[in-house]
């Protein structure tokens, strides 16, 4: 998977608590992207990044930040979990704009 | 494995026949365009990409087809495999670094 790694797999957590899910590559990447792929949905953005400390809003940020203190690794954080943030959360990375984007394995995250 | 059971439109073909799988995108700004297919259990793979200033691109068995016009897209696979059964997704980026996908569509090949 272009040397990706998302951490961890698997989580089950209670609803309020906080939850950070990583994203590492070895790839040297630009870019960086947080996804949540739901029933019905399909693939949508959380959060990007285009640099260290460069990041914005995709089109369902509400209750998720994310933090890029370094190329490698691009963090997603849950505030507050909700039974809503249920889902499968993929991280991607590429070189450019105009350059395709790589997939990690996913992180399957239930808040019960 | 990571996978979503998704309700979405579904094609069935049979093994050895040709399949197009249509995507509608939505914003005219778009300039780059690529289809991905998802496994069962894995993340979206790349498939092929085309950019706004072409119509047409060519792959190994696969063909994508862009019409600016309709604001539509298109995957042909050639000869389908049983390998080839998945869902599959067309991605499109604006002005922005934002890589917006469609909902996807389920490829099922009879044997």
Known sequence: DAGITQSPRHKVTETGTPVTL???QTENH????WYRQDP???LRLIHYSYGVKD???????????VSRSKTEDFLLTLESATSSQTSVYFCAIST???TEAFFGQGTRLTVV | GESVGLHLPTLSV??????????????????????????????????IDIRSNMDKRQGQRVTVLLNKTVKHLSLQIAATQPGDSAVYFCAERGSS??????????????P
């Open chain 1, 22 to 24: 990583r994203c590492h």
């Open chain 1, 30 to 33: 630009r870019y960086m992207y």
């Open chain 1, 40 to 42: 019905g949905h399909g």
């Open chain 1, 55 to 65: 990041t914005d809003k995709g089109e369902v940020s509400d209750g998720y930040s």
């Open chain 1, 96 to 98: 450019g704009m105009n």
């Open chain 2, 14 to 47: 049979q093994e050895g026949d040709n399949s197009i799988i249509n995507c509608a995108y939505s914003n005219s700004a778009s300039d780059y365009f690529i289809w991905y297919k998802q496994e069962s259990g894995k993340g979206p793979q790349f498939i």
């Open chain 2, 97 to 110: 670094y934002k890589l917006i996908f469609g909902s996807g569509t389920r490829l099922l090949v009879r």
